[in-house]
């Protein structure tokens, strides 16, 4: 149950005794996304996936009785644990880490080798993956590792004449932890931790940050070769839950205080960078410290903390009884999920998820699951991701790295129930197999004509499914796996609003209320992003959500240099580019669904003008018939484009053009109806509303609607401005 390294995690299985199906995107290079080699290459070692799967894909499926019923994510391969207890394995193998003797990597998952006792399978019911190191637990409670072993990572025993540090291509059981029952086990990059049946805690592999949390003598040494105990207090210290992040591992621990009061709070230790630690003291970062932010938590809110999975450098804890997530950490990816890109070493809530069963914390991303029959929001039953996207890694359709958590549309229809978060990759398991053709009724009668019968009869069978109105084309491909289903399509993710001060291009912002928002947000230092498909080398975090939210994007990270300003704003791709007329007309705007404003509102916004009106006129008060015909002006112009815009439109349409109109304004209408109640907060975010010419509304709605972009261009010719931002 705790996460990895470079990002891997340990996971529970699946509670389910149905069948499940696996899903995974990201990053598919080394075959970390166990997709499968070509149809020609049965050992699975060429790849079909070189380009990255920005959102959920079938990974495999196999027989009911070979169903994936729990996953880990690793650094750059991935452990699939089968309902009959077998472990399975993909990826990246240059330390053995797969469990095979091969060095090359596998596109398809493979069978662990050395899981066995007595010539018979063992029964897993738990996998971890670290960075190049794996691990499962069996249902007697026995650990057994493989990989790379290099600092003692994989906790085993050797015999004389054996390297300790040679790879392990094959499962060898954890001999120190064979007289404890283990219940949880968690991997680190290159170390590991887990949990007893009796709550103690054991821990070995690298310790150059302190990530055992065996003291000074321990982190001295560099590494910890054998499984060794993390002591507590007896009687007044309980473990409840333990995870191990890329260098360093919090642990949920009930605590009895002098008073008699039980709460249940968080120790953590390991490197201190980034915050990870919470408010912890460094310079004891390689002994278990409590982190006093969460306990000040508790005792405010009252609240009882039940999880805990640590990431490349963050942490999230999950709340027991409402299912809410606190993080702390490394935010300048946006994995901590709060809005923004500091790090915090006070932990902080991340608004707008409740009901949360389950979390992963993979380098730089999050992922948190919520419960379908808890949740009673708009959140119910969905997956939802949140930080650093480069790789398709968080499945919403492109590679925008997002600060806050959004919804996993390809899922939609899936339940999932069980989440992993790796490096680069994403996995999880899903309730239900995914269906094949032959499993469809109406066909299995020709499948079974075509077994019975031979090729004879496959031209009649053919044209007897044409004529039925059925796909003969399926009568090749039986074990096709059918469209439609959760994953096979990619369902991009709508962006759902600015984050607070975010609605403008920040280097744009003149008003001194704006101006002074921005600079509680930006800082000494600030994230900045790369926009690839752009060429933008300096985009600034606003722009890069509204702009070039679906475009590749890289995140920068420096001290703030007062030249920098943002390339977005000087091209005419950006649509959220601050000025006074802008300002004036979202003041309006903003309060409308269609952030458009009303004709009969142009006054107010030549009201809040007025002084820039008046200096570009020399300075001279506005006279009362100035106004009058300012407005007039205005107003005609507006009618006067609406006008044309409807000609445009009734001459495209041709003939039956006045027809036509009417069944688009319906149309129309209905989108409009069905957005409404889908209450997605969707809308342009330059303020106006971008609509295709055969997008109109109601003939005396869309008469009376006023775009941003239409009275921008009618104000900068009607009074001859050139720049109205320098007003």
């Given at each position: 149950m705790s996460t990895l390294d470079d990002g891997g995690n340990a996971i529970a299985v699946s509670a389910s005794n149905r069948t499940s199906s696996c899903y995974a995107w990201g990053w598919p290079d080394d075959g970390r996304l166990g997709f499968g080699g070509k149809e020609h290459d049965p050992k699975g070692k060429q790849p079909i996936h070189h380009e990255i799967n920005p959102h959920p894909n079938f990974m495999f499926t196999r027989e009911e009785k070979d169903v994936v019923k729990g996953v880990a994510a690793g650094g750059r391969h991935s452990l699939f644990l089968m309902a009959?207890?077998?472990?399975?394995?993909?990826?990246?193998?240059?330390?053995?880490?797969?469990?095979?003797?091969?060095?090359?990597?596998?596109?398809?998952?493979?069978?662990?080798?050395?899981?066995?006792?007595?010539?018979?399978?063992?029964?897993?019911?738990?996998?971890?993956?670290?960075?190049?190191?794996?691990?499962?637990?069996?249902?007697?409670?026995?650990?057994?590792?493989?990989?790379?072993?290099?600092?003692?990572?994989?906790?085993?025993?050797?015999?004389?004449?054996?390297?300790?540090?040679?790879?392990?291509?094959?499962?060898?059981?954890?001999?120190?932890?064979?007289?404890?029952?283990?219940?949880?086990?968690?991997?680190?990059?290159?170390?590991?931790?887990?949990?007893?049946?009796?709550?103690?805690?054991?821990?070995?592999?690298?310790?150059?940050?302190?990530?055992?949390?065996?003291?000074?003598?321990?982190?001295?040494?560099?590494?910890?070769?054998?499984?060794?105990?993390?002591?507590?207090?007896?009687?007044?210290?309980?473990?409840?839950?333990?995870?191990?992040?890329?260098?360093?591992?919090?642990?949920?621990?009930?605590?009895?205080?002098?008073?008699?009061?039980?709460?249940?709070?968080?120790?953590?230790?390991?490197?201190?960078?980034?915050?990870?630690?919470?408010?912890?003291?460094?310079?004891?970062?390689?002994?278990?410290?409590?982190?006093?932010?969460?306990?000040?938590?508790?005792?405010?809110?009252?609240?009882?903390?039940?999880?805990?999975?640590?990431?490349?450098?963050?942490?999230?804890?999950?709340?027991?009884?409402?299912?809410?997530?606190?993080?702390?950490?490394?935010?300048?990816?946006?994995?901590?999920?709060?809005?923004?890109?500091?790090?915090?070493?006070?932990?902080?809530?991340?608004?707008?998820?409740?009901?949360?069963?389950?979390?992963?914390?993979?380098?730089?991303?999050s992922v948190a699951l919520v419960d379908r029959v808890a949740s009673n929001d708009s959140t119910d039953g969905e997956v939802y991701t949140w930080g650093y996207n480069d790789h398709g890694e968080l499945g919403l359709g492109d590679c925008a790295v997002r600060l806050q958590p959004h919804k996993v549309n390809g899922l939609l229809n899936a339940d999932v129930k069980v989440v992993s978060a790796g490096h680069k990759h994403t996995l999880c398991v899903t309730d239900g197999i995914a269906k094949k053709v032959r499993d469809l009724p109406e066909y299995q009668e020709f499948f079974d004509l075509l077994h019975s019968e031979g090729m004879l009869v496959y031209d009649a069978l053919k044209k007897a499914m044409e004529d039925k109105g059925l796909n003969s084309d399926f009568l090749d491909t039986p074990d096709a796996i059918l469209p439609g289903q959760p994953g096979l399509v990619n369902h991009a993710c709508e962006y759902e609003g600015a984050e607070p001060g975010m609605q403008y291009c920040i280097d744009t912002i003149k008003d001194p209320d704006e101006n002074e928002v921005i600079m509680k947000l930006r800082g000494p230092y600030e994230t900045t992003y790369h926009c690839i498909r752009c060429r933008f080398t300096h985009v600034c975090m606003a722009c890069a959500r509204h702009c070039h939210g679906r475009h590749p994007v890289k995140v920068n990270f420096k001290l703030r240099h007062y030249a920098d300003t943002c390339q977005c704003c000087e091209h005419d791709i950006c649509n959220i580019r601050w000025s006074h007329v802008r300002h004036e007309f979202d003041k309006l705007a903003l309060q409308n669904d269609d952030k458009c404003i009303g004709i009969d509102q142009i006054q107010d916004v030549l009201d809040g003008l007025h002084e820039d009106i008046e200096e570009r006129r020399g300075g001279l008060p506005l006279t009362s018939k100035q106004k009058e015909d300012d407005l007039k002006a205005g107003v005609d112009a507006m009618h006067e484009r609406n006008n044309r815009r409807k000609e445009e439109l009734l001459e495209a349409l041709g003939e039956n053009g006045d027809e036509e109109l009417q069944k688009l304004r319906e149309n129309r209408k209905k989108k409009r109806m069905a957005q409404n109640e889908a209450d997605d907060g969707q809308g342009s975010l330059d303020g106006s509303i971008t609509t295709l010419p055969e997008e109109v509304e109601e003939e005396e709605e869309e008469d009376s609607r006023v775009f941003f972009k239409d009275f921008e261009k009618w104000y900068l010719e009607y009074f001859q401005v050139d720049e109205i931002d320098d007003a």
């Open positions: 009959d207890g077998r472990v399975s394995a993909s990826g990246w193998n240059a330390h053995g880490q797969l469990g095979v003797r091969e060095t090359d990597s596998c596109y398809k998952p493979v069978d662990v080798d050395g899981l066995k006792k007595a010539g018979r399978p063992l029964f897993c019911k738990q996998v971890a993956a670290g960075h190049a190191t794996s691990f499962a637990l069996t249902g007697e409670g026995k650990i057994y590792s493989w990989g790379k072993n290099k600092w003692g990572g994989l906790g085993q025993d050797f015999e004389d004449d054996e390297d300790p540090e040679e790879d392990q291509f094959k499962a060898r059981i954890v001999k120190e932890l064979m007289n404890q029952p283990i219940v949880e086990i968690s991997a680190g990059y290159q170390h590991c931790t887990c949990t007893s049946f009796g709550g103690r805690t054991f821990a070995w592999g690298r310790n150059n940050f302190g990530q055992l949390g065996l003291g000074k003598e321990a982190f001295d040494a560099g590494y910890v070769g054998k499984p060794t105990e993390i002591k507590w207090r007896p009687g007044s210290e309980k473990v409840i839950r333990l995870s191990s992040g890329y260098n360093h591992c919090v642990c949920l621990i009930q605590i009895t205080r002098p008073n008699k009061v039980n709460e249940i709070t968080a120790f953590a230790w390991g490197c201190p960078d980034d915050s990870r630690l919470g408010s912890c003291d460094n310079r004891m970062h390689f002994t278990p410290q409590e982190v006093h932010g969460l306990t000040t938590i508790v005792r405010k809110n009252h609240w009882t903390f039940k999880d805990v999975k640590c990431g490349g450098a963050h942490t999230l804890v999950l709340e027991k009884y409402n299912g809410l997530v606190v993080a702390w950490g490394q935010g300048r990816y946006g994995q901590l999920g709060y809005g923004h890109i500091w790090d915090r070493a006070d932990p902080v809530m991340i608004t707008g998820l409740r009901s949360v069963c389950d979390l992963a914390c993979g380098a730089r991303h």
